[in-house]
């Protein structure tokens, strides 16, 4: 039977640009917020998914029943799985431990492979993104996503993140800002959008324990501080950060990033992952520094529910020496 209906692939992108009140009033500018944690893996990651594995089928390195292997923090992992079991291939995801245990339990019940490490340093051999192309190698069949150097990724916010934006903000857009984990987003969604207008700043939101806020303001790749944002936090130029058009930098703590995953919370019905909060706060820093009345866009990472035993949860918030949601408080 044929239809002219739309197949489960098709929800990935094309996702709502929210206007953002609060950030909006605190910058005295419009801030835009793309809803990312709207795809059907509930994050931004999904389209690199997507879009690498599109690009190893073009490539003829991934045969019908293969496998597809990867390192992820979380997110790529379910946008992986989505991608995997849509089109009739298996899932090995190796992840370090110390991610949510939602996540686990999400990527456990679409069926993927969960291999489970200790935190690392990339430099150590057991990290998850060595330990991966390990198993993808082993694997009779597979191929590794490799989401940090393979340029697939960045491709995906080139040809969709960008695109989206332009026509939802009907080229009206002085800046655009948010973090970096493999830099995909960033860097393809910068590309994409001076491709349309090259006078639009591009600024990075680094968390703290990043290397990258350093790279761009004095050309040194040096961390400081830490940070308890899953799924950013760069501490190396990975391929999709090659050339990546930076003009600015903002470097933004966990504290800022809580404040206003609290606030959209409370004030605009929005419940979102830490990366988104310190997003909008790097978004608020960057339409300052375009002026008043400037118009600034930024990601929506992931949703908040990924994460009701950690950020959303009072002895966690306490143990990490987070302020708590007040009315989480008893
Ligand atoms: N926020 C979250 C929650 C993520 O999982 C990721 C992906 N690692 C990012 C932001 C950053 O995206 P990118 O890998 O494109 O830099």
Request: a negative charge; charged letters at 20%.
């Amino acid at each position: 039977m044929t239809t002219s209906l739309p197949d489960t692939l098709s929800l990935i992108g094309n996702t709502p640009l929210v206007l953002l009140k609060g950030p909006s009033e605190a910058a005295g500018a419009e801030i835009y917020g793309k809803c990312e944690f709207a795809n059907p893996g509930a994050s931004v990651k999904d389209r690199a998914a997507l879009w690498i594995v599109r690009d190893a089928e073009a490539r003829g390195l991934l045969q019908p029943g293969g496998t597809i292997v990867e390192g992820t923090a979380g997110n790529t992992g379910i946008g992986l799985a989505l991608v995997a079991n849509a089109l009739g291939y298996k899932t090995v995801i190796v992840m370090p431990e110390t991610q949510s245990r939602e996540k686990m339990d999400t990527l456990r019940a679409l069926r993927a492979e969960l291999v489970l490490v200790p935190a690392a340093p990339f430099s150590n051999p057991g990290h998850f993104v060595h330990t991966s192309r390990r198993i993808a190698e082993e694997t009779e069949g597979a191929i590794w996503a490799n989401q940090f150097d393979n340029i697939a990724n960045r491709r995906a916010h080139i040809e969709s993140t960008a695109p989206e934006i332009w026509a939802q903000m009907e080229g009206r857009i002085d800046g655009f800002t948010c973090a970096a984990g493999t830099g995909g987003t960033i860097a393809g969604t910068g590309l994409g959008l001076k491709e349309f207008r090259d006078d639009i700043t591009i600024a990075l939101t680094d968390p703290h324990g990043a290397a990258l806020y350093n790279y761009y303001a004095n050309g040194e790749l040096k961390p400081e501080g830490s940070s308890v944002a899953e799924g950013i936090g760069q501490g190396r130029i990975t391929a999709n950060l090659e050339g990546a058009p930076i003009d600015t930098q903002f470097r933004i703590s966990d504290e800022e990033g809580l404040y206003w995953v609290t606030r959209l919370l409370a004030e605009e019905g929005l419940c979102l992952g830490l990366s988104s909060g310190i997003n909008v706060a790097g978004a608020v820093a960057l339409a300052k520094q375009l002026g008043k009345g400037s118009r600034v866009a930024t990601i929506l990472c992931d949703t908040g529910f990924r994460y009701l035993s950690s950020l959303y949860n009072p002895a966690w918030l306490e143990a990490k020496g987070l302020p708590v949601f007040p009315w989480l408080k008893e």
